[in-house]
């Protein structure tokens, strides 16, 4: 049996967020789109604070500094979310 394995790691080069879906473009041409619910910081977030990312690592993940976010690009390819904590 063969299995299929990574050269390299897929790094993100673009980041847009609407109010529904989260969406990353990675360097091998591929799109990533989940939705913002998985992430409540960004779902609660202004538009403003959801366009203020920056890459981290090259490009491994993403970071939101007025929101205290990370999010890798691994992550989100096996399918992560933020668990909500109970107040």
Known sequence: MNTLTLETEPL????????????VS????????????????LRDASQAHRANW????????????DLDEDISVLGLLAGYRRQSRAA
Do not use: M
Request: proline share 5%.
């Open 54 to 65: 920056r890459l981290i690592g090259v490009g491994e993940g993403i970071h939101w500094e």
């Open 26 to 41: 990675l360097d091998d041409g591929r799109g990533l789109s989940v939705p913002v619910a998985w992430f409540p910081r």
């Open 12 to 23: 993100a080069i673009d980041v847009s967020v609407d109010d529904t879906t989260l969406h």
